[in-house]
């Protein structure tokens, strides 16, 4: 708007205000609590959605007869509020006079009521500049009340960033709803001294309904009601007492109010996530997008589909969660093309999110995410001028909270592709290993190993540990908080490697070992064997006593030579679905395992597109107890752990589990799709 058309909207201004002080033109009087004001149809209904609809209703064509006098009455309405909103409708918005704190409540639910845009977007913005711990909670009442998702975005991020400066014990906290109690409590951006402070949904819900907490409820009852005789305090909200119990109580017994764990108890699921169809899975057998698996439970390892968006479909991704959230970010499609479109998926809502893109598009890369922030490492990057995409060093980082991608203060030591990385929680490290290096032109296998400092300046933050016994690309890490030992699995390596005959390398270059690296000896050892030689695995310690080796890339003559291992055992007999009586059904087994093979090596078997002989989709999970089990069924993973354990070299005497391929809903064998990428993260019922 220039100057001359401000000086016609102010002169405008000016005189509607005089005409309506000089009562000229008024056709409508609206009355707020006896308090009477007069105005014009047109100047309201041009201004307000709530008056035009109001005058169009009484109007010249509504059967019901024209009306001159309205009497407006609503909790959200008060005379100062109904009064300012008039005024600032006659002075078409050019009011200048500064409006109090204490009045922004009322001005906004009078405009948010009357549905004055404008002037409601100004309230809410004030409103969001000036919270605190204090205002918050009331903010986030009428965010909620008004469906105002700005306004609730900003309370949110003031409630979990001051969280432990909030009045738990005021009427606001206690009238929250259930979904914002879930919001806070479930939140990994809540910023609280000690993770105990925080509990789980399922804890929550229990502690307040079950019937086995009622004497303790009744005794909080009463201290309740005598504290609030005595100080007229505490309206408490019944908002949390319908909810229905679910889930195992437990974990609440376990607990303690000086454990700093998060959110003892959880259910840990694998979750599988992108990738391609496999050819030979056809019809009915095609594998979703994105499921999730309990392998923890060996009755209950069937897939669990869920939600997924059109732009999941991808391969050379990264994938990185935190205790509430899964983050997939840019890869390929399946014609080649890099891409920069990254989502996230909340384990609560079990919900898909959007999220920023990345500034170019990348595939072949890593990501971790440390608390709020995701961090990307290298891989292949788009150049927007030559077209061109060539490996990177850049590092990327993600806010969370500002859902925003910028590029960190650190580059890395050298271009890479397809390293390993895993997350170091205790340390606040990231641990990255092998991958392809740029030399030149070409892109060749590394042994090198650094750790990633985020809160370092300049080199500093990058610390090199001992290179790993072999040069590797596409291992799997996993980390084990109990013994401090970085495990890596598979990979391949160079054409040198494959014809020096070392242990455990196939012919094709994929590796076959499991190494260890413990940080108090600050050393490499070789651990135990994979059954499936792999590159571009997924790795993971489940319950801090399984490792998890999952999907990947293998070879023709390891998938037929291995077979047998996976499928002729009783263990799938103990999995598979039940007859009527109750018993296994081993026809059904038959038919199931006949038509696996038939798809995966018969003569109908088609390879994935995006593979060249002698290569495959890797279709067997293997998996490894890491501690001393008391157990004799070597088909059981014992998920419980000693907190005494001490790490020996004898405790990584690994005991191989025995693990049936996953399966359906309706028990049959699962044929995964071509580079998905799998992780660990909760899952709440």
């Not at 009783?570 to 081993?586: A, W």
């Not at 990584?652 to 399966?663: A, G, H, I």
């Amino acid at each position: 708007m220039n100057e001359f058309q401000k000086i016609h909207v102010q002169t405008v201004s000016i005189n509607l205000q005089q005409l309506v002080a000089d009562r000229k033109f008024l056709d409508v009087t609206l009355a707020v609590q006896g308090h009477e004001i007069q105005s014009n149809r047109m100047v309201l209904s041009a201004s307000s959605e709530y008056f035009r609809g109001l005058f169009e209703f009484y109007g010249s064509h509504s059967p019901l007869p024209k009306r001159s006098h309205y009497d407006l009455t609503s909790e959200f309405l008060t005379i100062k509020g109904f009064q300012f909103i008039v005024n600032f409708i006659h002075s078409l918005g050019q009011l200048c006079d500064p409006i109090p704190k204490e009045d922004y409540e009322c001005l906004y639910t009078a405009a948010s009521f009357l549905q004055v845009e404008s002037l409601h977007a100004m309230l809410s913005n004030l409103i969001g500049c000036h919270l605190d711990s204090t205002s918050v909670l009331q903010a986030l009442r009428l965010a909620t009340v008004f469906d105002d998702p700005q306004l609730y975005q900003k309370c949110m991020l003031v409630l979990l960033d001051q969280f432990q400066t909030v009045d738990i014990f005021s009427n606001e906290y206690f009238n929250l709803s259930q979904r914002h109690i879930q919001t806070i409590f479930l939140s990994d951006r809540v910023k609280v001294s000690r993770e105990s402070f925080m509990v789980k949904q399922e804890e929550l819900r229990v502690v307040v309904t079950n019937p086995r907490f009622a004497e303790a409820r009744e005794l909080l009852d009463l201290l309740v009601y005598t504290y609030s005789s005595l100080t007229g305090l505490l309206a408490f909200s019944n908002h949390l007492t319908s909810t229905h119990i679910t889930g195992d109580i437990s974990c609440i017994l376990n607990g303690s109010v000086s454990n700093t764990k998060a959110r003892i108890g959880t259910n840990f699921h694998v979750y599988s996530v992108g990738g391609l169809e496999e050819l030979n899975a056809q019809d009915a057998q095609q594998t979703p997008e994105f499921f999730s698996a309990d392998l923890m439970n060996p009755v209950n390892d069937c897939l669990s589909p869920l939600s997924t968006p059109a732009e999941l479909a991808r391969v050379h991704h990264a994938v990185t969660c935190s205790l509430s959230w899964i983050y997939v970010i840019g890869g390929e499609s399946e014609d080649g093309q890099l891409m920069n479109h990254c989502c996230k998926y909340n384990l609560i809502e079990r919900a898909w999110f959007p999220m920023a893109v990345l500034n170019a598009p990348r595939s072949h890369h890593n990501a971790i995410c440390i608390e709020s922030f995701v961090y990307a490492f290298g891989g292949y990057q788009l150049n927007w001028v030559s077209h061109y995409s060539p490996a990177t060093d850049s590092i990327l980082i993600y806010d969370c909270l500002a859902d925003q991608w910028s590029p960190a203060p650190h580059h890395l030591p050298f271009a890479a592709i397809d390293m390993g990385a895993v997350l170091l929680p205790p340390k606040r490290l990231v641990m990255l290993a092998g991958g392809l290096h740029e030399h030149g032109a070409e892109m060749r296998p590394s042994d090198e190993v650094i750790l990633y400092d985020p809160a370092e300046e300049n080199d500093a933050c990058f610390i090199r540990l001992p290179r790993l016994p072999l040069v590797l690309f596409g291992l799997a890490l996993a980390y084990d908080q109990t013994s401090d030992t970085v495990f890596a699995c598979g990979g391949r390596t160079s054409d040198s490697v494959r014809t020096a005959d070392q242990l455990n390398i196939h012919s094709s270059g994929l590796s076959g070992q499991i190494l260890a690296f413990n940080f108090d000896s600050r050393c490499w050892s070789l651990v135990t064997t994979l059954d499936c030689p792999r590159y571009y695995a997924s790795a993971g310690v489940l319950s801090q006593s399984t490792l998890y080796v999952l999907g990947g890339i293998t070879s023709d003559e390891i998938m037929e030579r291995t077979a047998p291992l996976f499928l002729t055992d009783s263990h799938d007999f103990r999995l598979l679905g039940q007859s009527d009586l109750g018993g296994p059904d081993h026809s059904a087994l038959a038919s199931d395992q006949a038509l696996f093979m038939d798809r995966l090596y018969g003569v109908t078997y088609q390879r994935s597109n995006l593979l060249q002989a002698p290569f495959r989709t890797c279709q067997f999970t293997e998996a490894w107890c890491l501690r001393n089990c008391a157990d004799n069924d070597p088909n059981v993973d014992v998920v419980s752990f000693d907190e005494s354990f001490e790490f020996s070299p004898l405790s990584l005497r690994t005991r191989r589990l025995k693990c049936s391929p996953l399966r359906h809903k309706d028990r049959r064998l699962l044929i995964t799709r071509c580079m998905s990428v799998y992780c660990i993260a909760p899952h709440f019922s």
